[in-house]
């Protein structure tokens, strides 16, 4: 029986991986198994920890549908923050496609197969594949992404997101640097909440929710067989 050595930066892809994804409600119930495992495998400077811990820190105090609605109103608004990488590089040019191919025959090559209705190209299922690398070829792969990884980046961070952490940790695991996220401490609920003064117009933070697919991540072979044709 042959042994698996996991590569050092393993466990905080997938973390990664994991914040990226939207957070529904099995996400926000293991946030601190997701803060325990940074902390444990340490492949990020201390102060890129402490960012994503404030990032954790501040799902973890949203409700399930302001999580939601941030998430899908931060990464599916803009172009710059889309974590669907070939629509920063072919947009939606017929180049898109057989870049596309490409990228899932170069997952299957390691043995996983994406679920049906996910594309290649979504930076969480990137992820998920490259902590499944050792971390020499992990970090060369995220090193040939990080021009688009540093759009994302400094697009979060003109929004003021504490997301531009995960992207500044991602951009330091490829080999990259960037610089510290700097986010104030959100307002207290009650002054968000404060009734606004009269003819003042009325503020609706909070109170829509947008649907979204849920994130689908990478499965075995042998987990799939006699659902493939």
Known sequence: MFS??????????????????????DLRQH?????????????????????????????????????????????DSGHRTSLYLFE????????????????????EQAGLYLTEGTLPDYLPV?????????????????????EILNVIFNALLKRKSRYASALGALLE?????????????????DDTWAEPAAFDGCAAHGQQRTQAAQPIHFVRPTSIQGART
């Open 4 to 25: 698996h050595k996991i590569p050092a930066m393993a466990m905080t892809l997938r973390v990664l991986a994991r914040l990226l994804s939207y957070p529904d409600a």
């Open 31 to 75: 946030l601190g198994e997701l803060h325990d495992a940074l902390h444990a495998e340490r492949a990020l400077a201390p102060v890129r920890l402490a960012e994503l811990d404030a990032l954790i820190a501040s799902i973890d105090l949203q409700t399930d549908i302001d999580a939601e609605a941030d998430y899908v109103q931060l990464f």
């Open 88 to 107: 920063h590089v072919h947009g939606d040019s017929r180049e898109r496609g057989p870049a596309m191919i490409d990228l899932a025959q170069t997952f």
């Open 126 to 146: 990137v992820l998920e594949y490259a902590s499944t690398q050792p971390a020499r070829e992990a970090r060369a792969f995220l090193n040939e992404m990080e």
């Open 173 to 189: 695991l490829a080999g990259g640097k960037a610089r510290p996220v700097s986010i104030p401490d959100d307002e207290p609920i």
